[in-house]
């Protein structure tokens, strides 16, 4: 991987007062210590039994504040020990999506953790991203909605103040194309992405063959291929649900480690973003025209 060669700070945990979602909210702050003009980048990480949180993806997280993000972590209550019978279960998709919103609504607040990082922070320049459940997540933010079992969707949770979205490993669609046991346990998943305008890069591997659908790793493709917005796809070859591992480093969950895969992908994050959010590092449509035995790049 590219060696880190900007200083930077972390800090955890900041708490921000939630009575309605029975914790408060804990978010992983991490920025550059030096630049002004900083775009931001709220990560929602994926599912907390599987031992995913805040302190998760510092692959990505690390190397975004090289390259002068900042880097906002909600700690998800999946990622807090979330009982089966406790009835927030049932509506945690909902309470994800409203952990971004009461991120970006209190910005302010969790920027202050940092003395003098608000004023260097330029938060008109805001994007989502995630893995796996995060993706899920962080794509209604940028339009996404869910199916409900009466063929209705949900309402809208798009939120305007964000640009640009990175979505790895995001689900793909429901009904028929969910397993048994997806059906049964994440209802939820079933997403309507026509509603998805926000310009998005979608990133796959072409070896996830999840137990959650009967479609093979095709189906982590369906945002690209669905969502007006979702401009650009990265289908990494060889590169299981991990995607190389993204979620931590030398994770010994990690069955398909690839360091080359990871670097990939936080360099076509990276350029992107920089892209969409209108910065002037390494140009996106250069990096997308490489040809790469690593995967292959979509655009439409």
Known sequence: M???????VSVRPIALAAPDRGDDLLVHLTAPSTGTGLPVIVFSHGYGAFGASMDSYRPLVDHWAD???????????????????????????????????????????????????AERTETGRLAVAGHSYGATTASALVGARVVGADGTSSASAKDERVKAAVLLALTGTGGADLSPFAQEHF?????????????????????????????GPDWFT??????????DLLVLAGAEH????ITAYDDTHTTDE?????????????????SALGTTRE????????????????SK
């Open 258 to 274: 690839s360091p080359d895969r990871v670097e990939l992908i936080r360099r076509a994050s990276t350029a992107y973003l920089c």
């Open 222 to 231: 369906d945002g690209f291929r669905l969502a007006p917005g979702a401009t």
């Open 187 to 215: 209802p939820f998943m079933s997403p309507d992405f026509s509603d998805l305008t926000t310009p998005s890069l979608v990133i796959a591997g072409d070896a996830d063959d999840s137990p959650l659908s009967v479609r």
């Open 2 to 8: 590219s060696t880190l060669t900007t200083p930077t």
């Open 67 to 117: 390259q002068g993000f900042v880097v906002v972590q909600p700690n998800h209550l999946d990622a807090q020990g979330l009982d089966a019978d406790d009835p927030r279960s049932a509506e945690l998709w909902e309470i994800r999506i409203r952990d971004l919103r009461q991120v970006i609504d209190e910005l302010g607040t969790v920027l202050a953790a940092i003395p003098g990082l």
């Open 242 to 245: 991990s995607l190389g591992g």
């Open 283 to 298: 140009p996106w449509d250069r990096l997308r025209d490489d040809a790469t035995e690593l995967g292959r790049f979509e």
